[in-house]
């Protein structure tokens, strides 16, 4: 697959700048597969195109937002056009962002939402992490197989139309695709529910598991080469590839003082399965869901190191800056403005037991945001939102988009992250800021994943889960 040389050689010159600027975050880690995709193993056979899309929207960053995006399509990559300074450069990889979250949250390929409705995302009949990482490193049924409803579960009326979400994942020691990163700790909502977590991937990032068997310990350690996935490219005018994407996403129980018409929602079946520490009984019980956080991460053949884009239910958090100057809402879904004494950013003491909601000594998540949001980004959202009034979406929120400035660089495998710190409120809650090694960086902290045998996993923590 032919690369991009005009942009890799723009983002080269940028990198230089940025390194001399910040340092970028480093590893100890292998280096990722980034730095060896020409010696990457290929998949079995041919791996499909991801139905949810068969041609490449290349809309230019600069092109006016209008509502005709809305039925655009989702990108293959980033287009980007010149000046490559930092921020324009920023600014045409957030513009992908909105529309990546625009096709991928449509109702159907290509579908407009529609006002004063709220239909299933198109990204919810992908396969969540464990429809395929099973239990003894069993082989997961095909793509259009349906997902397994938990024995707990079954008999509820209408189960098997309803989504499966699990608890927040207990006994973390690594970056979880069910929780918080590193153990850090769960979100607790202003009615005192635990936050609940999913981690999807789409066809071409399954089909690539599955023909490689890598859902499995054996299946890793039988495979030979490097794990690289599918990236996604433009091939010829409007046609190419989606490549490899996942979607983490956050749910809140829908509650007293929730206005559900300000939230994508879900019926769901809140599942907890058995855990022995703490002692947490499977149980079962039908919720509904209100969508608050949304991170998507592309592999493209531009940006090997993949694209990472995060987004926010609107009413979730104050800045930490307008909380200080005074300016707050009336209403969060993760910080009471009338607790004065509350401590900022804390996760809650344990023990951390969500079979037992609400927390017990009446404990509510005191949540800010420590890195606003730029100038730049509030802008481009209001442009965004404002084609999408009427909608749920009006209410959701680009954070930013991370990317590699350097997608070769020699001496940082992660390619130099730009933004490069970015964190999710609902997703990185307890890991915001600034600070080297400490604080959130997508792109910095998923170039250390690994599979089952050390192997650099090409950015994702799924494959360590195997049996």
Known sequence: MTKNPPRRLHLTVLASALLAACAAPTTTSPPPPAAKLATAAAPAGAVPIDPVVDTCNVTKPNTAITPALLTSGLPCEA???????????????????????IALN???PGQAP?????????????????????????????????????????????AEDLRVVNRWALNKTVASETGQPFDTGPLIDQNGNYVRYELLVNRPMFEYLLQNRLYSRSGQQAFAGDIDFPAGAVQAGSTGTVGAIMVKVAWKVMGAGDDASRFHTVDALAYNPLSTNPRVEESCEPVTLGLVGWHAAHKTDAEPQWLWSTFEQVDNVPDADALTAGMV?????FFDPACSDC???????RPWNPDVQPFPGGFTSQVTRVVPLTPET????????????????QHYELISTQWPAD???PTDPNGVPAPTFLANTTLETYSQGEVPQASSSCMACHGNAVDTT??????????ERAQ
């Open 343 to 349: 401590t900022v950013n804390e996760p809650p003491p």
């Open 329 to 333: 809402d009336a209403h969060y879904n």
């Open 407 to 409: 997608a070769t660089s």
């Open 114 to 158: 529609a006002p004063g409705s709220d239909a299933p995302a198109l990204w919810e009949d992908w396969k969540e992490v464990s429809d395929f990482i099973l239990a003894d490193g069993a082989t997961p049924d095909g793509w259009d197989a349906p997902r397994t409803i938990p024995a707990a579960c079954r008999d509820i009326a209408g």
């Open 378 to 393: 509030v802008k481009l959202n209001d442009s965004f939102r404002q084609i999408l009034d009427g909608t749920v979406w």
């Open 106 to 108: 449509a109702p159907a």
């Open 79 to 101: 287009s980007l056009v010149a000046p490559f300074n930092l921020e324009n450069l920023q600014h045409g990889f957030d513009y992908y962002s909105w529309l990546t979250f």
């Open 454 to 463: 050390g192997r650099p996993s090409d950015f994702t923590y799924i494959l």
